[in-house]
């Protein structure tokens, strides 16, 4: 691994001031159980860690009648056990619940999950695995190994907090040096294969709290991967919807999650999956092939439907 040096802070006024001492040349590290594994694999170049774990400020849940805000340090074990998260929110339980592992889920954050970084099977592997099939283009190569030109890179979006969050209408309060501000969820995700989130990577940004107004009505969530133990999703797909209104989240389907957005009222089928099919890139760099993938996603979609209208009966 290589060499890194590891800061500890308190507040977040004490890590947004390191962060801009080390301009940066820098991660900050939550529960590790991601960034750990991409230092492990060479991943991390940079040389300065900032551990906010011991941040008391982000680990905060407050619920009332307006909504749910989230401490982005809450770990995804605090969360599915919050009693009012399990009463108000049981989206949230099941897709934190499909997470890795019970052991991994007590250090792994609500924060750290929504700033995952995006994954790809030629991408996420040890350095030798790497140097022996070539480098590609988010790893200081010339070409995609995916696609083969050097244009684009496609590597996937798989957190399973974020379509859940998005479909409930999540905001996120990120600060930097020298600033504040709260955003649509969604707009934390740049699409970009590379540099895969905006606000937090150009401007050196803390994700510090997740903020989900209170809804009425009803969710639904699928996941789709190889062993359902431990693997990352191939694709998530979490919806909610009242009488007059549906939200559609996707993930690992793309660089970055997809939301869609409806009125129920003259809506069809075919219509949803159309759209789902347009703004969904899948490319083939999943353990799973890409026609299944792009198949399930209408098959999930028509399930939901099929749900739903029976419900209606
Ligand atoms: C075996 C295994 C299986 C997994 N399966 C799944 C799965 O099925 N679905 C899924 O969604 N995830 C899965 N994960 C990923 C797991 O969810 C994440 O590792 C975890 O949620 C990340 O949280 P963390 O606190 O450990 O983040 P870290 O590893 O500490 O950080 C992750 C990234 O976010 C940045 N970061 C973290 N917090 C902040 C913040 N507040 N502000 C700014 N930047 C921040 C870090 O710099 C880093 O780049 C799996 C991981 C493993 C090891
Ligand atoms: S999609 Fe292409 S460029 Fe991106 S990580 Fe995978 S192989 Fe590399």
């Given at each position: 691994?290589?060499?890194?040096?590891?800061?500890?802070?308190?507040?977040?006024?004490?890590?947004?001031?390191?962060?801009?001492?080390?301009?940066?040349?820098?991660?900050y590290l939550a529960g590790g159980t991601d960034l750990q594994i991409l230092r492990q694999q060479r991943l991390v170049r940079q040389s300065h860690v900032i551990d906010i774990s011991r941040v008391e400020e982000l680990r905060t849940v407050h619920a009332d009648e307006t909504g749910l805000t989230l401490g982005a340090m809450?770990?995804?074990?605090?969360?599915v056990k919050h009693p009012v998260i399990k009463r108000k929110y049981p989206l949230l339980i099941t897709a934190a619940r499909s997470i890795a592992t019970p052991v991994i889920r007590k250090t792994a954050t609500v924060g750290g999950n929504l700033l995952l970084k995006n994954r790809c099977s030629f991408y996420n592997q040890s350095y030798d695995w790497r140097q022996a099939i070539g480098s590609c283009l988010r790893d200081h190569g010339d070409i995609c190994q995916v696609v083969g030109t050097g244009k684009n890179c496609y590597s996937r979006n798989v957190s399973d907090l974020a379509p859940a969050l998005i479909a409930l209408g999540a905001q996120a309060e990120i600060r930097d040096p020298t600033d504040r501000v709260t955003v649509p969820l969604l707009e934390l995700y740049s699409g970009d294969g590379i540099e895969n989130h905006q606000y937090i990577n150009n401007n050196n940004g803390i994700l510090t709290t997740i903020r989900i107004p209170a809804r009425n009505g009803q969710s639904w969530f699928r996941k789709l991967r190889l062993r359902r133990s431990v693997d990352f999703t191939s694709l998530t797909v979490a919806i909610v919807w009242d009488q007059r209104r549906v939200r559609i989240g996707i993930n690992g389907a793309s660089m970055a999650p997809v939301l869609i957005r409806e009125n129920l009222s003259g809506l069809s089928l075919e219509n949803l999956q159309r759209q789902a099919r347009k703004k969904c890139r899948f490319v083939d760099n999943d353990l799973l092939p890409l026609q299944y993938r792009r198949d399930m996603l209408q098959v999930y979609l028509q399930e939901w439907w099929d749900q739903r209208n029976q419900a209606a009966l």
């Open positions: 691994m290589p060499e890194t040096t590891y800061h500890m802070v308190s507040t977040v006024e004490e890590a947004l001031g390191k962060a801009r001492e080390l301009n940066g040349d820098f991660c809450i770990t995804l074990d605090e969360l």
